[in-house]
């Protein structure tokens, strides 16, 4: 979170500092006069104005993407739409800039902040008479053909989800195939990320009816879109089922990795809502082969990649050991955990802690390892564990003293040395 913020604090300072720049540059040139200054002929005359125009847009943009202090956001708003309107009232030598500016007006005005219901009124009023400019002035632009599309994904980016749904909405109402099933595709995946599932199923449903025969990796982009939202609703079994066979249809699909993924995670969450013992074991065996199967297909991938699997593996079993507890099973439930702490320890066996590219995962498997270790208190044989615990905790505290586990590790450690103490 803390770099996070100061991600979000050091962009705000590029943004401020491209503003001063800007604003020089628009100062120097902001009149026939002073640009004029800057030019020995037409030539010169058509790019002081070009650099003018574009100027002011990318002083408009750095304004309506500022954002600290949130207090002052209202005002950097007013600020970019003062500047885009100035592109609208002194440019006219940038009309192929026109339909992009009415499209931020109209969004940016669409999500101007206002201090009571008149406010609002005025600038819901602003933004429909830009739309409708550009539906009018500019019918043919990408901008006034794709407005609801770009207005969804423009609010959506800047937040405003609620509003950006309903364009969206509209979208998918819109009657005659009037947004193709790119847009329609495009706008499900943006209500997926969002998390309204059944908008996001709808627009996928509608792009499936706009649908080519040459379309096939859209129609596969679609498939898997609608397998997201199942997995994302709970519908595993459906997702495993579905996954299969997109494997089967499409074998040499860019998304083949994807669904094997998809595939695999599917079949460990389903193993939590089955109550069959045998069903869960087969549940858990499908999703083993299917993460195999991406083992096979990303061997060209690297060692980094390949452990990452492997771990992956091991998370599985675990899950297995969680579910046996979850339906009151606890020798099935240790015995899944011994089997995890064995493939663990085959990797770590091996382990190569100097190499930077292997550092991640080894990090994870390492402490997964010291996690089940501490679980098991002893080994299939009856023997503790603690000696294993102290020396794989010493491990990671000397490999990964920075390490995002390390408070637990250290416990563990204190647990392992109480062991050892009391053993004697």
């Not at 009018?136 to 207005?151: C, P, T, V, Y």
């Not at 389903?270 to 069959?276: C, G, I, K, V, W």
Request: net charge negative; charged share 25%; hydrophobic share 40%.
């Amino acid at each position: 979170v803390e770099a996070a913020n100061t991600r979000f604090v050091e962009a705000n300072k590029k943004l401020a500092n491209s503003i001063k720049e800007y604003t020089q540059l628009v100062r120097l040139i902001d009149s026939e006069e002073k640009r004029a200054l800057y030019q020995r002929n037409v030539e010169d005359k058509k790019q002081n104005e070009s650099v003018y125009s574009s100027a002011l847009y990318d002083l408009a943009y750095c304004y309506n993407a500022l954002s600290i202090p949130e207090t002052k956001i209202a005002s950097y708003k007013q600020q970019a739409a003062k500047y885009y309107e100035q592109i609208l009232t002194e440019c006219p030598w940038a009309e192929n800039m026109y339909p992009a500016t009415l499209l931020q007006l109209g969004t940016l005005y669409t999500t101007l902040p206002a201090e009571d219901d008149a406010g609002r009124e005025v600038n819901a009023k602003k933004a429909s008479e830009y739309f409708d400019r550009l539906a009018k002035d500019f019918a043919d632009s990408e901008q006034a053909r794709n407005a609801l599309f770009l207005q969804g994904r423009a609010l959506m980016e800047l937040g405003y989800n609620t509003e950006a749904i309903a364009k969206f909405r509209e979208m998918i109402n819109s009657p005659g195939g009037r947004y193709s099933a790119y847009q329609l595709k495009s706008a499900a995946e943006s209500l997926f990320e969002a998390k309204d599932y059944e908008t996001a199923r709808q627009a996928y449903a509608a792009a499936s009816k706009q649908l080519k025969p040459e379309d096939t990796f859209l129609a596969n982009d679609i498939a898997m879109g609608i397998a997201r939202i199942d997995f994302a609703e709970g519908k595993y079994l459906a997702v495993a089922d579905a996954m299969e066979k997109f494997i089967n249809d499409n074998p040499t699909s860019g998304k083949i990795i994807e669904a094997n993924n998809l595939l695999s995670r599917a079949c460990v969450e389903a193993t939590m809502h089955e109550s069959d013992a045998a069903k869960r074991t087969a549940l858990f065996r499908r999703a083993i082969q299917t993460l195999r199967l991406i083992q096979r297909y990303r061997e060209k991938d690297g060692a980094a990649v390949n452990l990452d699997l492997r771990v992956q593996n091991g998370d599985i079993i675990e899950t297995q050991a969680a579910v046996e507890a979850k339906h009151g099973n606890p020798e099935e439930e240790m015995r899944y955990l011994r089997q995890a702490s064995s493939h663990y320890f085959s990797i770590l066996s091996t382990a190569d802690y100097g190499n930077a590219a292997l550092r991640d995962g080894l990090e994870k498997c390492l402490f997964r390892y010291i996690r089940i270790l501490s679980r098991m208190k002893t080994f299939e044989d009856g023997s503790p564990v603690w000696e294993d615990l102290k020396l794989n905790c010493e491990t990671y505290i000397q490999n990964f003293p920075s390490g995002p586990n390390i408070l637990a590790v250290r416990n563990a450690l204190a647990e392992a040395n109480v062991g050892l103490a009391t053993s004697r």
